[in-house]
């Protein structure tokens, strides 16, 4: 009997470990960061309460970012639950701060500011290792959001050789800058293409370069948010217009590939651990829900899809067992979690007010040795 309750206990248990971040509320009166313990289903609020958003886990599993109002503006704050250490805000130059990135060293944090007066946001970079922000992009503004390339790979791979003299100069100083820098990718507003037309930049602290012309003699595309490189920053995952409709491309070493094609509209793109799915959101059933992508053969399934409710806003667990996400189908938006092939589904949090833009902590040391 003693036997039976452990296995069913370890069966109920497999690859639920670990903390979800995210944000309980999520209207203009109350919004807060919190977490739930995804082995347990226990919630706790750790936030600010100030129109908290965007939360971000650092590489290590320890501390999350994110954005939340203060008295000057909107600053980025650190958390850390589950440690002794109180919730601190960042110092910054411009009053409005949003969006956090962590690099995948976890030294630095890259976020979107501006001010009220100026309309065209800058990329700012934290470095924790000498407590400063710096700009990056040179001159160029209007940023709407940033990622951190975990690599130069994809950078490595551009060939210059059959661009125009000016663009070969700035990718080569780009380069040689991203190797001693790292390298950012953001969407920001072009001033190359008609007006309200964002691109697809490669950003180091002094040069900003529109990725897409580099590969394609026709990027005057609207590119949306979405923008979400690999793992190994090898390929890039974004949205856009181009066709008429929303769709996901991944541009990588074979060029530029619209993933999703589809009449209805596709975005929210988010990849697997190991870099072969991407989980992304679509109305093509009436509803929004979730279809998995097998990056290499192009080949897209439901994931969970229903007439009656939506789901949305999904994450991987760092071990790719587990998919979480959002979703309304008892009515209230809460947090859910489903094995990759749709099995499994359970509930994983349960209030009055939504639950909402779950981030999956990451593999930490306590449970890697756990593990062992």
């Known amino acids: 009997m003693v036997l039976s309750l452990l296995l069913l206990c370890s069966q109920v248990g497999l690859g639920q470990t670990g903390l979800v971040a995210y944000i309980a509320g999520g209207t203009q009166n109350y919004s807060q960061l919190s977490i739930v313990d995804v082995s347990t289903g226990q919630s ?46 960042l110092t910054h130059q411009y ?7 962590w690099s995948a060293d976890g030294k630095r944090l890259a976020y ?6 100026n309309p ?6 934290y470095d924790f290792e000498t407590a400063q922000e710096s700009t990056w992009g040179g001159d160029q503004q209007g940023f709407v959001s940033v990622a951190w390339l975990a690599s130069t790979d994809l950078m490595q791979a551009l060939n210059p050789e059959d661009l125009e003299d000016v663009k070969t100069a700035g990718l080569l100083k780009l ?9 950012l990718t953001a969407i920001g507003v072009s001033t190359d293409t008609p007006p309200l037309s964002t691109e ?3 950003v180091t602290p002094s040069y900003s370069l529109p990725l897409l012309p580099l590969l394609t003699t026709d990027s005057s595309r609207f590119v949306k948010y979405g923008l979400r490189p690999d793992h190994k920053a090898r390929q890039i995952a974004f949205e856009s217009n181009e066709g008429g409709d929303r769709e996901i491309f991944v541009l990588g070493r074979r060029g530029i590939i ?28 009436g509803r929004c829900g979730l279809y998995s992508l097998l990056v290499n ?9 229903d007439t009656a409710y939506n789901c949305w806003a999904a994450d991987w667990s760092p071990d790719g067992k587990w998919i979480v996400f959002v979703s309304d189908m008892d009515g209230v938006p809460q947090l859910y979690r489903i094995r990759p092939d749709g099995s499994q589904l359970k509930q994983l949090t349960e209030a009055a007010h939504a639950a909402l833009s779950p981030v999956w902590q990451p593999k930490t040391k306590e449970m890697e040795t756990t593990a062992k």
């Open 112 to 117: 979107i500011s501006y001010t009220d007066s």
């Open 200 to 202: 697809l930049y490669v």
């Open 297 to 305: 053969t192009g080949n897209i399934s439901p994931l969970i899809v």
């Open 258 to 285: 619209n993933v999703s094609n589809h009449p209805a509209a596709d975005w929210n793109p988010v990849w697997s651990p190991d870099n072969n799915w991407i989980i992304f959101e679509s109305f093509r059933n």
């Open 44 to 89: 706790e609020y750790i936030g600010e309460s100030a129109l908290d958003a965007f939360p971000a886990w650092s590489p290590d599993g320890r501390c999350v970012a994110y954005q939340s109002r203060n008295a000057d503006g909107v600053c980025i704050r650190l958390a850390y639950p589950r440690e002794d250490i109180p919730d601190e805000a």
């Open 175 to 183: 380069r040689d800058e991203a190797e001693k820098t790292g390298v």
């Open 95 to 101: 009053p409005v701060n949003t969006d956090p990135a």
């Open 120 to 125: 065209f946001p800058l990329i700012q970079v």
